[in-house]
């Protein structure tokens, strides 16, 4: 059974950093791209960031509104995904979901949640 | 980039009901487009991707259909657990993006 658990979440003042996690479980993690995806509160869901595989030389893509602020990194020997964010805003605040698949988006954590604010 | 819109924003209706909701896109996605429902407090969940296709264990009342920039999310007869909101994403381009949702809800 795939499982896909996040943490790193809390409070974090405007212009701070934070360093998201992802362990997966339950499928062969090195073979798949890795997505992060984020919700505000009361609000849609958004997708941030994608990682690809080794195969395809750990390229990133990333959503225009964390370029520059935000990256993604993946560790396959700790079968885990990363999301370092940096120069926090207050619209950063969010639950982030860690997410992967064969199609898209098969797979989804449960979420950790961030909230920038002084 | 891309932009996707959803309506209705809302829909109010009873058990049983036929239910369509509609996903449109500033340009082609044709064919990666899916379907994700999500319940309160919860992760959303795939429902349907490149456009049509039923993901493993999601049951058969619900349907995916369209192309190129107008695709619908079908439920042919909702269910109490049908009760959620609805979310269609591309997946054409980066950046991927998402509709703004379509909550379906008691009538």
């Known amino acids: 059974e795939v499982h896909l658990v996040e943490s790193g979440g809390g409070l974090v003042q405007p212009g701070g950093s934070l360093r998201l996690s992802c362990e997966a479980s339950?499928?062969?993690?090195?073979?798949?791209?890795m997505d992060w995806v984020r919700q505000a509160p009361g609000k849609g869901l958004e997708w941030i960031a994608r990682?690809?595989?080794?195969?395809?030389?750990?390229?990133?893509e990333y959503a225009a509104s964390v370029t520059g602020r935000f990256t993604i990194s993946r560790d396959d020997s700790k079968n885990s995904l990363y999301l370092q964010m940096n120069s926090l805003k207050t619209e950063d605040t969010a639950l982030y979901y860690c997410?992967?698949?064969?199609?898209?988006?098969?797979?989804w954590g449960q979420g950790t949640l961030v909230t920038v604010s002084s | 980039d891309i932009q996707m819109t959803q309506s209705p924003s809302t829909l109010s209706a009873s058990v049983g009901d036929r239910v369509i909701i509609t996903c449109r896109a500033s340009?082609?996605?044709?064919?990666?487009l899916a379907w994700f429902q999500q319940k309160p407090g919860k992760a959303p969940r795939l429902l349907i991707y490149?456009?049509?296709n039923l993901e493993t264990g999601v049951p058969s009342r619900f349907s995916g259909g369209g192309s190129g920039t107008e695709f619908t999310l079908t439920i042919s007869s909702l269910q109490p657990d049908d009760f959620a909101t609805y979310y269609c994403?591309?997946?054409?381009?980066?950046?991927?993006?998402f509709g703004p949702g379509t909550k379906v809800d008691i009538k």
């Open positions: 997410s992967s698949g064969t199609k898209i988006h098969d797979y």
């Open positions: 339950g499928f062969t993690f090195s073979d798949r791209y």
């Open positions: 990682i690809r595989n080794k195969a395809n030389r750990y390229t990133t």
């Open positions: 340009r082609s996605v044709s064919p990666q």
């Open positions: 490149k456009a049509s």
């Open positions: 994403q591309h997946y054409l381009s980066y950046p991927f993006t």
